[in-house]
């Protein structure tokens, strides 16, 4: 979310949660929802296609503890949110989306991906004070989907959906309570995608591929012993946020061996101020910010250039990353290329 880290937070979760809720024409929330891992390639975008496996269905899954069952893999599938293709990508379903209710930033894809992405039709949506968007029905139900990933809003909704045979899913890190981030959760999100649109070969070998570039990280942590602060600053600099064990940016800096020192905090990503930060003195700064028309050197700047940074230990030994937020939130394999990215920054 642009205006904060909660609202983007927030955005991030429900659009994996219309998503997939489109083409479930079932009912309502959705919580066994697994991650999936985006290894597309140049000359794929999609990744390896394969028909859908009819075998396994009706399927019957939940998903933010309501169950719901499907009766065929889905083939008309809505997005709804700017990490969400990463997981159709990794399952290999990227050929059942028919529409799409936001814009894919450039940053998170390849060309080839983004070229496919760009022939998507988009629908009219208007920005909601709380950085997501809001869609009419009756806008959804003009591209006939299935099911439609991505998030609640005060207009969609399971009943809403429902009542017009769509099926919605949400995004497990968008329940009303959410399991607890990391990244077997999505390798476990992946798969379940397989299984959900029948492409469960291909989720498979792309599940497997997440998992052995996440070992290979872990086993030679670049930043093995450091403390750190991950924050999100608001693009006015107007705040700052720091995410807890709660955010899926923590077993992202413990993967890449960092001690994060607001591990403790009870809320996912609370408000801090820049004393609390200098207080708590890491050596490393991770700043996630999703306004792409400020430069990483503007990003870093709206810290760093606050009253008293200078004596944080990251400030004066320049180890300040600015890292796009859905590199590290929510959970989706897009965390995974987040991984290599931030490593890649330490390692520099």
Known sequence: ?????????????????????????????????????????EEDPQGPQTGAD???????????GQDFTIDSPPQR?????????????????????????????????????LALLDEIPALIAEATSTGGVEVSVEEIISFEPDLVVGYDTATITHDSLADVGIQ???????????????????????????????????????????????AAAADAPVADGKTAAALYVSSDGSAIYAYSSLGMVHPLMVALGMENVFEELSERVPEVSIEEVIGRNPEILVLLYDDTGLSPEEISALVTDLPGADSITAVSDGAV????????????????????????????
């Open 321 to 348: 990353y600015p890292l796009l937020f859905n590199f590290a939130e929510p959970p989706t394999p897009l965390v995974v290329d987040g991984l290599s990215e931030l490593g890649d920054q330490i390692a520099e």
């Open 1 to 41: 979310m642009n205006p904060s880290p909660l609202l983007r937070q927030a955005l991030a979760l429900l659009t994996v949660f219309v998503l997939l809720a489109a083409a479930c024409g079932d009912s309502d929330d959705t919580d066994s929802a697994t991650p999936a891992t985006g290894q597309a390639s």
């Open 168 to 214: 919605l899913y949400v995004m497990p890190p968008f329940c009303d309570d959410p399991p607890t981030p990391s990244f077997e959760s999505i390798v476990e999100e992946v798969r379940f995608y397989g299984t959900l649109f029948g492409t469960s070969e291909v989720a498979e070998a792309n599940a497997a591929a997440l998992e052995s570039a996440v």
């Open 77 to 113: 599938v809505m997005l709804m949110e700017a990490a969400a293709p990463s997981l159709l990508f990794a399952a290999g379903a990227m050929d059942r989306v028919i529409a799409r209710i936001e814009d894919f930033p450039a940053e998170y894809y390849s060309a080839d991906e």
């Open 54 to 64: 009819a075998s396994g269905f009706p399927l019957t899954f939940t998903n933010c």
